[in-house]
């Protein structure tokens, strides 16, 4: 679990050839007790570079990429970059 305290008001979640899901990762998030009932949820954005198996995992909560672009840039075969600008809405 990666705890975040009630002061932070945003999150980036990078999956550089991660063997996770974006959702996978995103359930590790743990938001502090000290965050009062009711405050705003930070918002929260995820950066994807897929490899092996994980290209087909295309959605963050079961929301499609804001950004997805092929990288030429990436010496590697999987050259894909997703991007979620906010997936606490």
């Known amino acids: ?5 009630a002061r932070v008001t945003s999150v980036v979640v990078m ?11 995103l359930g590790c998030l743990r938001f502090g007790g000290e965050r009062e009932r009711g405050s705003a ?11 092996c198996g994980y290209v087909w995992h295309g ?7 804001d950004v997805e672009r092929l990288d ?11 991007v979620w600008r906010d997936v606490s809405a």
């Not at 550089?16 to 974006?22: F, I, S």
């Not at 959605?59 to 990429?65: D, E, K, N, R, V």
Request: hydrophobic share 50%.
């Open 72 to 82: 030429g840039r990436i010496c590697a075969a999987a050259r894909t970059v997703r």
């Open 41 to 51: 949820v930070p918002a929260i954005a995820v950066v994807q570079l897929p490899c």
């Open 1 to 5: 679990a990666v705890w975040v305290a």
């Open 59 to 65: 959605t963050a909560l079961g929301q499609p990429p």
């Open 15 to 25: 999956l550089p050839h991660a063997h996770v899901t974006p959702d996978e990762a």
